[in-house]
């Protein structure tokens, strides 16, 4: 069974930046979209970014202009550059690939980020 795997985050300044990537173990088919979300305890998973299999992005109201979310859709693989952070960008954040497939729906294991001085 394909797993996303992913790796970056930890403990960053305000105002320092930590880039996120996401690798999918095999290949995935149908890709829709890949998407970044985050949760922090207490609170509903929000989406903070997403990119389409056409390219198109969206991103969350708190982080537009700070964050970046490429892919490389043949490698399966995306990545959320984070700049500026703030101590509210504090979250658990994790990476997801939805498919056109039934139930063709992947997460990964999940990154902590904690924005302190």
């Known amino acids: 069974q394909v797993q996303l795997v992913q790796s970056g985050g930890g403990l960053v300044q305000p105002g320092g930046s930590l880039r996120l990537s996401c690798a999918a173990s095999?290949?995935?088919?149908?890709?829709?979209?890949m998407n970044w979300y985050r949760q922090t305890p207490g609170k509903q998973r929000e989406l903070v970014a997403s990119?389409?299999?056409?390219?198109?992005?969206n991103y969350g109201d708190a982080v537009k202009g700070r964050f970046t979310i490429s892919r490389e859709e043949a490698k399966n693989t995306v990545a959320l550059q984070m700049n500026s952070l703030k101590p509210e960008d504090t979250a658990v954040y994790y990476c997801?690939?939805?498919?056109?497939?039934?139930?063709?729906?992947?997460w990964g294991q999940g990154t902590q980020v904690t924005v302190s001085s």
């Open positions: 997801n690939i939805e498919t056109w497939s039934v139930g063709g729906d992947y």
């Open positions: 990119i389409t299999s056409r390219g198109s992005t």
């Open positions: 095999g290949f995935i088919f149908s890709i829709r979209a």
